[in-house]
């Protein structure tokens, strides 16, 4: 039994990988013994990665791109392919958010969410699949959120962008699974990060959050590590197109 969660040796490119979920989940992969590259926006960023993991240095790689730019996608995903080898699987963590109503959103502002959050998702994915296809063989994990199934407050952008990653996730699954390509979505719940500090640092706002999660806490970052290798093992080779909560309670409350 435990080869079916056994993911060592296995080559893994996470984007998002500077942010605070993304952060764990390099830690959480590399402490299962997996091969890590980072794709992250800063160098700056990408160095404080790097040495807060720098006891696995040997199997840690690291990679500067912006998805705003396609053709920096496409170059990030060969980067990653050569100093990887080959790609097993991929966990796209990375996301935006600009919060504010939505009669106040600028066209840029919509676009840049849009491009971040769900394009460049598509985009990535796009890049990674084939040699999956050829091999077999393969793990794309997608990040969703709880909007991807609510509406959210002042955040029609990121609601919209995270609601089309849930149907992409099913479509790429429903497109990729004969050919042996598990495509699969955890949906992050109310996790502390930068992301929504706008949410946790407003007490108000925190307080109704927390009344809501069964599990009496807010997420921390460290709780999407066990969802993410499970998804990444052998024993999820039988899920496609699943959009995973894990969101302490507050979807069934």
């Known amino acids: ?39 992250g926006h800063s160098t700056e960023a990408l160095e404080k990665t790097l040495h807060k993991h720098s006891s696995h240095s040997k199997r840690l790689h690291a990679i500067c791109g912006d998805l705003l ?18 790609i097993d699987v991929v966990v ?9 109503a939505a009669t106040d959103m600028t066209l840029d502002s919509w676009q840049r969410q849009i491009q971040v959050n769900l394009t460049a998702t598509f985009r990535l994915a796009q890049n990674v699949a084939p040699e999956m296809i050829a091999r077999k063989r393969g793990k794309i994990i997608t990040v969703a959120s709880m909007l991807t199934f609510q509406g959210g407050l002042n955040v029609a952008a990121y609601a919209a ?23 699969n979505a955890i949906a992050p719940g109310y996790i502390k990060t930068k992301l929504n ?12 959050v927390l009344a809501r999660l069964t599990s009496g806490r807010w ?9 993410a290798l499970f998804l990444a093992s052998p024993a999820s080779d039988y899920l ?8 302490g309670g507050w979807l069934a409350r």
Not at 19 to 27: K, W
Not at 92 to 100: K, Y
Not at 219 to 227: A, K, M, V
Not at 240 to 247: R, Y
């Open 1 to 39: 039994m435990e080869n079916w969660f056994d993911i060592s040796g296995l080559r893994v490119l996470i984007t998002g990988g500077t942010g605070g979920i993304g952060t764990e989940l390099v830690g959480g992969f590399l402490g299962a013994g997996g091969v890590v590259c980072v794709l």
């Open 69 to 86: 730019e396609d053709s920096s996608i496409t170059s990030a995903v060969l980067d990653a392919r050569t100093r990887l080898g080959q």
């Open 92 to 100: 796209l963590a990375h996301g935006n958010v600009e919060p504010g």
């Open 161 to 183: 962008s995270k609601g089309g990653v849930g149907q992409l996730t099913k479509a790429l699954s429903n497109e990729w699974a004969p050919y042996g390509v598990n495509v």
């Open 197 to 208: 500090a706008h949410v946790w640092k407003d007490p108000e706002r925190y307080k109704q």
């Open 219 to 227: 997420g921390e970052p460290r709780d999407l590590i066990g969802p």
């Open 240 to 247: 496609h197109g699943v959009v995973l909560p894990v969101d």
